[in-house]
């Protein structure tokens, strides 16, 4: 069998993987948004929280709870890495430099995992298990909150009502996140991924002399940082270390991770909005890119245009060989398509058109799943748009899922889709601009555009995947990165909720025979479609200058 | 103002109390818990896969090292020690230039472009060696028949394996330094060949380590 072959039965394994698990996932977690039952450890939070998990919420106080809650999680990380130097159990490593601390809880809270850092010899087991590791469940946790309470804007008429956020996030992490992760990392264990709490110690080698190694809880913070769609590896190399990611089948199950909960959830919408047929409209859309994409990916990594990839006859720079080019470009996609940014082969070293296509999967917003919870909310805020657009051909009012898409809801998701792209091209373009950020770029020409346009669209998409020659721990990049990560995450989020909040409080207005039929693969068809010129209109030019001169250059 | 200033102080306190709590979940119990079940269930794994040879640790079946000749006197790079079966190239390991008391391995690759004139150079060179490496008098390497994964580097520097062509190509090399039949030598490369799991799943591959130990077992052997 010949690797292209083989890679396609694994792309196929895994989509069938995920069609048998959407199903029961999805409607786990309709169960879980839905029930009026609290569990006693849940109890025993909400009273610690001092919370009332039975209060409705507003949409301004559901925002309020985000940010709260998020405020507290910048706070606590920083301080940790702050005082890491004096904390027992960090292996005596030193306490983190106030620019880097700020960019990686900044990173962590946001969801985005974007590391300036070294892994292996800068963060201790605290930091690791007790810091970022909880960052890994509860940003992902309260993506899941703003996405159900998306949805829940539109079954509620008149009331405005979203929710409690506490309830949501609580039993985001109590009955999805965590039951699901302990069994991922006792799985990633039986392959081979280390989970100890070992200090730095001495492994012999074949032709003599030790090497110092440090140990770590780290299948339990693997399962997490996939499922959550984290991307923060323990390691420096990330799911390419072969303690995070030992085999074929632990790469093919990480995969799998990434993508089960933001697939799974547009079942749960489908079933919360009361018409599963909708929910597989949105999931035909996801399903359609990601594929696409995955096939543009394997066939620019297998045919490897580029003078170094020509010479060795393989594009396997950066890559590993028990993974190989084939599931390299399936992970590649999977991550940059859904917020997570770990890899399992190193971004810098793809071919030029592959590089555009990650920055591309990033730059549309990563919808396609995308990330835990801010998928489905990304998608949806694209389908209100798709709807408008078609509303504006046909001359009617646009209305979605019963709803009115007037002046209000259109103004809050045209400022949802103008902020990432604002904050990703004016940084790139200040940095560019600026004499000295140019000098932690290691390649040069259009390569090193790439490194820091791809740096921003990390960012500014909390994905936190890198173009990882860029040397980003420098005072700039931890700055603004830092900045473009918090603001990339969470003004979205404010517009994300005042539409909720906008629809909960209209009335409902039946279907008619001039309603289009957003269930419909028609309406798919114009949701690709709607979404591939939006973001190529946007990214163009800036695509231009490093990827595709690249690619063309080959 | 001043009640808009408590109500925020208020839901700070909130949000830090629902964040110890939550830390003491996913934070402490669920990591100790999943610790547990791996040391019992499989406590080899759990610290590292070890593998053991004449009694001493010898490293990890996951983890790649080199075999490398000792450093000479004036030497900078070591020379590798071509009587052992050869790993691929580790240009992206780093080491530690934080918390220094320590000697730790960074892992991570070059992060160099398809087009980036170094890693253009590090793969002619690569090549280059590889070929006059594994050339014996009777057996010529060509270039055309040196696989990629011999000339590049891994994404973690640490790719414990190398694929079935790098290692065949290695075999007369291999079989000449050590005195031994090349035929011997190739059945041990297949012996130690492992294909993708259940048919399909990743690439054919050898693993260095444990390619290295049955070489050496041999030798003790004969």
Redesign the interface.
């Known amino acids: ?1 010949g ?1 292209v072959l ?1 890679g396609v ?2 792309l196929l ?1 895994l989509v069938a993987a995920l069609a048998l698990a959407h199903r029961p996932l999805g409607d786990h977690m309709a169960r879980v948004y839905s029930s009026d039952r609290h569990w006693r ?1 849940e109890k ?2 909400y009273k ?4 009332d998990p039975g209060t409705q919420m507003r949409w301004p106080a559901y925002l ?2 985000v940010l ?6 910048v ?2 990380l920083y301080l940790l890495q702050r005082l890491q130097g004096v904390l027992p159990g960090s ?4 306490s983190i430099d106030p620019d880097q601390a700020f960019n990686t809880a900044a990173s962590f809270v946001s969801n985005t995992n974007w590391q300036s850092y ?1 892994g ?3 963060m201790g087991h605290v930091v690791q ?3 970022l ?2 960052q890994n ?2 940003s992902a946790a309260v993506g899941m909150a703003v996405a159900v309470a998306l949805v829940r804007g539109f079954m509620r008429s008149r009331s405005g009502e979203l929710g409690n956020f ?1 309830s949501d ?2 039993r985001g ?2 009955r999805i996140l ?1 039951p699901v ?2 069994i991922a ?2 799985v990633l ?10 200090g ?1 110690h001495e ?5 003599g002399g030790p ?5 770590g ?1 780290l ?3 693997e399962a ?1 940082k996939e499922l959550g769609t984290n991307g923060g590896g323990y ?3 990330n799911s ?4 995070e990611n ?4 632990s ?2 199950f990480e995969i799998f991770l990434i993508l089960v909960i933001p697939f799974s959830l547009t079942r749960t919408f489908g079933r919360m909005v009361g018409s599963p047929r909708q929910g597989y409209a949105i999931l035909g859309t996801m399903a359609t890119i990601w594929l696409g994409f995955t096939a543009l990916m394997m066939w620019t990594e297998f045919a ?6 020509d ?14 080019v084939s ?2 470009s399936i992970w590649a996609v999977a991550t940059t398509l859904t917020s997570t940014g770990a ?4 971004h ?2 793809f ?2 058109f592959g ?1 555009g296509i990650q920055l591309l999967g990033m730059q549309l917003g990563e919808i396609a799943p995308g990330g835990v919870g801010s998928g489905l909310y990304g998608m949806l805020i694209m389908a209100v748009i798709a709807v408008f657009v078609a509303g504006l051909m046909v001359g009617r009012t646009p209305e979605y899922l019963g709803r009115k898409i007037g002046t209000r809801e259109i103004k809050l998701a045209a400022c949802y889709i103008l902020i990432t792209p604002a904050l990703v091209l004016v940084l790139t373009a200040a940095a560019m601009a600026l004499p000295t950020p140019g000098d932690s770029m ?2 040069s ?1 259009a ?1 090193g555009f790439s490194e820091i346009l791809y740096a921003y669209s990390s960012g500014a998409n909390n994905n936190g995947s890198a ?3 860029l040397n980003a721990d420098t005072q700039w990049f931890n700055t603004t990165i830092g900045l473009a990560m918090l603001l990339g995450r969470f003004l979205p989020m404010v517009f994300v909720l005042a539409l909720a909040g906008s629809l909960a409080g209209q009335r409902p207005i039946p279907v008619t025979a001039g309603t289009l039929r957003t269930e419909k693969p028609l309406f798919t068809g114009l949701l690709v479609g709607a979404i591939l010129i939006i973001t190529g209109l946007t990214y163009f030019p800036a695509l231009a200058l490093g990827p595709l001169a ?1 690619g063309l ?2 | 103002m001043n009640n808009s200033v408590s109500n925020t102080a208020r839901l700070l306190g909130a949000g830090l109390r629902a964040l110890l709590a939550l830390t003491l979940v996913t934070g402490v119990l669920y990591p100790l818990v999943v610790t547990g079940i791996a040391q019992g269930l499989f406590h080899d794994r759990a610290n590292g896969s070890e593998v053991k040879a004449d009694g001493r640790v010898v490293g990890s079946s996951l983890i790649g090292q080199a075999y490398n000749l000792p450093l000479k006197k004036g030497q900078e790079t070591p020379e590798p020690d071509l009587k052992w079966f050869q790993g691929r190239p580790q240009n992206g390991l780093g080491s530690n230039s934080v918390n220094t008391r320590y000697k730790l391995v960074l892992s991570g690759a070059t992060n160099r472009s398809g087009d980036d004139e170094e890693l253009i150079q590090w793969v002619k060179d690569a090549k280059a060696a590889v070929v006059e490496d594994n050339s014996t008098g009777t057996h010529k390497v060509k270039p055309s028949q040196v696989p990629a994964d011999a000339v590049t580097s891994s994404g973690s520097g640490l790719d414990p394996d190398i694929s079935p062509e790098y290692a065949d190509l290695q075999v007369h090399r291999v079989a000449g330094k050590n005195g031994l039949p090349v035929a011997r030598v190739e059945k041990l490369v297949d012996e130690h060949t492992e294909g993708r799991t259940l048919g399909f799943m990743g690439e054919p591959r050898v693993n260095v380590l444990a390619l290295n130990i049955a070489l050496r077992e041999l030798l003790t052997k004969s």
């Open positions: 069998m690797p083989a039965l694994q394994a450890v025993w939070i610690g929280i001092g919370a309020r709870g709260a809650f998020s405020a507290a999680g706070l606590f292996l005596g490593f030193s070294y292996e010899q800068a298990t007790a810091g590791a909880v469940f509860v506490w996030m609580v992490v109590t965590l992760a302990a990392a006792v264990v039986a392959c081979g991924v280390i989970q100890n709490f070992s730095i492994v012999g080698q074949f032709t090497q110092q190694w440090n140990g809880a299948a339990s913070q997490i390691f420096n190399a390419a270390h072969p303690f030992p085999s074929p089948f790469n093919l490897h245009p580029g003078p170094a990839f010479l060795a006859g393989g594009a396997m720079e950066g890559k590993e060989v028990r993974l190989g599931t390299s890899v399992n082969s190193f810098s070293s071919t030029g590089g290691t390649n020409g390569h173009f990882a020659g690249e250059a080959a």
